[in-house]
């Protein structure tokens, strides 16, 4: 809801918004035999986020780090003592532990969501509606 002069700044502005958090969401995890490999989008490449790759041997260990809102970041501990975030935000996260638990064979029963994948799901689709009730009014 804009004032008519501000209302095509504020549809690009809505456009290139929708774009930015499409593609920061479509960061995706990909493992096979030997390896666990965590792509990034062009987006989260500029903001920062890094793309990486692992062999399964290269893991020794998995750590955990508290976060400020009580809940827990884990880690995979490479060889070299490098760290690299374990995806959590993954639909279908039993079956990514369980790859992950016969990949490096190491127990990983305390590891969990940082919050629950319905939960972004639910936001994903308030937020939808959102923009649908924008562009209604927006329409008017």
Same mark, same amino acid.
């Given at each position: 809801?804009?004032?008519?002069?501000?209302?095509?700044?504020?549809?690009?502005?809505?456009?290139?918004?929708?774009?930015?958090?499409?593609?920061?969401?479509?960061?995706?995890?990909?493992?096979?035999?030997?390896?666990?490999? #965590?792509?990034? &989008?062009?987006?989260?490449?500029?903001? %920062?986020?890094?793309?990486?790759?692992?062999?399964?041997?290269?893991?020794? &260990?998995?750590? &955990?780090?508290?976060?400020?809102?009580? %809940?827990?970041?884990?880690?995979?501990?490479?060889?070299?003592?490098?760290?690299?975030?374990?995806?959590?935000?993954?639909?279908?996260?039993?079956? =990514?532990?369980?790859?992950?638990?016969?990949?490096?064979?190491?127990?990983?029963?305390?590891? &969990?969501?940082?919050?629950?994948?319905?939960? #972004?799901?639910?936001?994903?689709?308030?937020?939808?509606?959102?923009?649908?009730?924008?562009?209604?009014? =927006?329409?008017?």
């Amino acid at each position: 809801i804009s004032t008519d002069e501000l209302k095509i700044i504020s549809l690009i502005a809505f456009l290139l918004g929708l774009f930015l958090i499409i593609d920061i969401t479509n960061d995706y995890v990909i493992t096979c035999e030997k390896k666990i490999s #965590y792509k990034t &989008s062009f987006s989260s490449k500029i903001f %920062g986020k890094e793309s990486w790759e692992i062999s399964w041997k290269e893991i020794k &260990s998995i750590e &955990s780090l508290p976060t400020s809102q009580g %809940g827990r970041i884990y880690y995979f501990k490479t060889n070299n003592n490098e760290k690299f975030i374990v995806p959590q935000r993954i639909d279908n996260y039993k079956r =990514f532990l369980s790859i992950i638990s016969e990949k490096i064979n190491l127990e990983i029963h305390q590891i &969990s969501y940082i919050s629950p994948l319905w939960t #972004y799901k639910i936001l994903t689709f308030l937020s939808l509606f959102m923009i649908v009730g924008e562009l209604v009014a =927006f329409s008017v």
